[in-house]
């Protein structure tokens, strides 16, 4: 199982958003991440589809789109045609989930569903067949650099384990709080892919950040 890293431009320097994003790249950073806040569904009130298209145009790199919005069905056309490639949204800020899974692969995308901490893993049951990602957030979302909160753990592996058993090859992602010193935790728990904001972007080196994230896993691997 490889190691992917997805630095969260909400911890970034907008102002020198493509120095920062070429520092990510260079340090190996397989995917961007953008965290899409409305406000309603969380309190804060973040991105859209202008930074999804200036990513666009910075690198090739694919766009990682996490919705924390209600009706993120809303945004599914737009949001493909400004260049995201995963689209994961969560299961209570909607109504037809598996309707939106599918369309979301239709347009082109990877389809990914979120889980909060207090969300049950028995959601991704129904709907697995129609997974390309599993996101465990591992803070309530909303902000960024909280803490890593330690019963994470244990819902990646529950998480892991469902997807071993439906021989899915999902991707399982987790946001909140990783940083050098808990992603070998949550790498050992099943984890493969890795949102990590103020981790890298509040480094000095974002490149050496990255790579040493990564380097975190390998001692395990």
Known sequence: MSVRIAPSVLSADLGR??????????GGAEWIHVDVMDGHFVPNLTFGAPIIRALRRIT????DVHLMVQHPEH????????GANVF??????????????A?????????????NPGTPVAYLEEVVDDLDLVLVMSVNPGYGGQSYLPASTDKIR????????AG??????????????????AWGAGADTFVAGTAVFGAADPARAVH?????CAVLA
Not at 17 to 26: F, G, I
Not at 108 to 115: F, I, P, S, T, Y
Request: charged share 30%.
């Open 75 to 82: 945004y599914l056309v737009e949001y493909a045609g400004a």
């Open 60 to 63: 090739d790199r694919p766009i």
């Open 212 to 216: 040493e994230l990564r380097r975190r």
């Open 158 to 165: 529950r998480v892991r384990a469902v997807l071993d058993r």
């Open 17 to 26: 958003l493509r120095e920062q994003v070429e520092q990510v790249v260079a």
């Open 168 to 185: 899915s090859r999902a991707a399982l992602e987790v946001d909140g709080g990783i940083t050098a010193d808990t992603i070998a935790e």
């Open 88 to 101: 994961t949204f969560h299961p209570e800020a909607t109504v037809h989930v598996q309707r939106h899974l």
């Open 103 to 115: 369309a979301a692969r239709d347009r082109g995308m990877l389809a990914g569903l979120a889980l």
